[in-house]
């Protein structure tokens, strides 16, 4: 079992920066690979990043790359998303994931865990 905990969601205007924190409790952290999702209001949860478990492979969707920045500390337990020149079609919540695999995958339905998810709000 891996409990996961997010932080630092908050409401920023456009152009601006926050960073997301994951912090993870219970199995061991680095077998997993953890993944960034979000979910806007009426919308599907969607995928934004995944790193895996020595942080070597890294996805983006297309709408964040070259902005959003995923990273782990291992030693600590915890993901990290940064998130620079925000755009008010980033307004969602996000939710950190954890996938017990070596593999990582863009797939909602492949990640074991789930964290209760954190508020980004973008101003215009």
């Known amino acids: 079992q891996v409990q996961l905990v997010e932080s630092g969601g908050g409401l920023v205007q456009a152009g601006g920066s926050l960073r997301l924190s994951c912090a993870a409790s219970g199995r061991a952290f680095s077998s997993y690979a953890m993944g960034w999702f979000r979910q806007a209001p009426g919308k599907e949860r969607e995928f934004v990043a995944a790193?895996?478990?020595?942080?070597?492979?890294?996805y983006y969707a297309d709408s964040v790359k070259g902005r959003f920045t995923i990273s782990r500390d291992n030693a600590k337990n915890t993901a990290y998303l940064q998130m620079n020149s925000l755009k008010p079609e980033d307004t969602a919540v996000y939710y950190c994931?954890?996938?017990?695999?070596?593999?990582?995958?863009?797939?909602?339905?492949?990640?074991?865990?789930w964290g209760q998810g954190t508020q980004v709000t973008v101003s215009s």
């Open positions: 790193i895996s478990w020595k942080s070597g492979i890294i």
């Open positions: 994931a954890a996938d017990y695999s070596t593999v990582v995958v863009t797939r909602l339905s492949a990640y074991d865990y």
